[in-house]
């Protein structure tokens, strides 16, 4: 893992918490550090959320999207684990993932 996401741990459990998520992972080029470019490189990121009373799904996603944003000053891939169709992706992302959060 990356030192830009070691140094923002506590920041990254306090986003978590704000808006509700279950679980939030590491995937990509922040987690090995191939080819990672701490200038220009985005940072990729599997969630979970906790159960969400109607309504309350789009504001926690793009909440949590703009806060990781905010925290890394970077662009982030947020993607939601169920929302992933692709069976090669999925395994793509398997092989390299981490956990960062889990309430």
């Not at 159960?51 to 662009?75: D, K, T, V």
């Amino acid at each position: 893992m990356v030192k830009l996401i070691e140094d923002k741990q506590k920041e990254l459990v306090s986003l978590c918490r704000k808006h509700k998520v279950e679980r939030l992972e590491l995937f990509g080029s922040a987690l090995t550090g191939d080819n990672f470019d701490i200038e220009k490189s985005d940072v990729d990121f599997l969630v979970e959320f906790l159960p969400l009373e109607p309504g309350e799904s789009a504001h926690a996603y793009f909440g949590l999207l703009e806060g990781l944003r905010s925290l890394f000053q970077r662009n982030v891939d947020l993607v939601m684990t169920r929302a992933i169709k692709n069976r090669y992706f999925l395994e793509s992302i398997n092989q390299n993932r981490e956990v960062l959060y889990a309430a």
